[in-house]
């Protein structure tokens, strides 16, 4: 009888229990929205029009404003001439800053990577390639492949 009331209440126990689902990421605060690989013309001499028409945008998913100062964007390479890392820049609430290759003045919706030097300079392949959005800690906020030669750009977010 006793064994048959520790099973009972054991049982019961069990049934008691409480499952906690897994807890989920939080969403990344910015993230990568969309990469234009392929800039319009190619393949071309690496004219600063051309390098400005390969572009990634990042979108600030929050309702506060976020400094992006030390915030980098890099591809797959790992090439140290493939970071380009941010400076004072605050990114509105919901907004999207445009990260272009080429040169130009930097607003408040558009930076420029700076890069020159013909077909050399571009950063991102035009086949295949990842872009990397880290804080300024280096941990990994956000990335996005494509693997496409059938088109120019990839939309990253929403997925």
Request: with cysteine; hydrophobic share 35%.
């Amino acid at each position: 009888m006793r064994i048959g009331s520790l099973l009972t209440a054991a049982t019961l126990a069990a049934g008691a229990l409480v499952v906690t689902p897994p807890a989920q990421a939080a969403a990344p605060a910015v993230r990568i929205i969309k990469i234009y690989y392929d800039s319009p013309g190619s393949p071309d001499l690496g004219g600063n029009r051309s390098l400005n028409g390969e572009y990634i945008q990042l979108k600030n998913m929050t309702r506060r404003a976020i400094n992006l100062k030390g915030w980098t964007v890099s591809d797959a390479t790992k090439r140290k001439d493939h970071v380009y890392t941010f400076k004072n820049f605050v990114l509105r609430p919901g907004k999207i800053v445009t990260l272009r290759t080429g040169k130009g003045r930097d607003t408040s919706t558009t930076v420029y990577w700076g890069r020159s030097g013909g077909t050399y300079a571009y950063i991102w392949n035009q086949v295949r390639d990842t872009a990397y959005l880290r804080d300024p800690s280096g941990s990994l906020v956000d990335t996005c492949s494509y693997n496409s030669a059938r088109h120019d750009y990839k939309i990253c977010w929403p997925r």
